[in-house]
């Protein structure tokens, strides 16, 4: 199974893929050998949405501050 770089990915891809995951380990056909690959990738892709979301609420912190 070949994955992007989640650093490679946009923020609505990530999230896209991370919900795609999520439906297919939810599935009742979900492949049990693929179980722990696709919980690594999810668990990279929240990883990488944290991430993202910090630092764009740090900087929209900052800009805010610049208006007071």
């Known amino acids: 199974m070949e ?5 490679e990915l946009t923020y609505n891809q990530a999230t896209a893929e991370l919900d ?3 439906r297919t380990m939810q599935a009742d ?19 990488e949405c944290r991430k993202r979301l910090t630092a764009t609420d740090q900087e929209l912190q900052s800009i805010l501050s610049q208006l007071n």
């Open 3 to 7: 994955f992007v770089p989640v650093n």
């Open 20 to 22: 795609a995951i999520m």
């Open 29 to 47: 056909e979900c492949d049990i050998d693929r179980l722990a690959a696709l919980t690594r990738r999810a668990t990279e892709l929240i990883t």
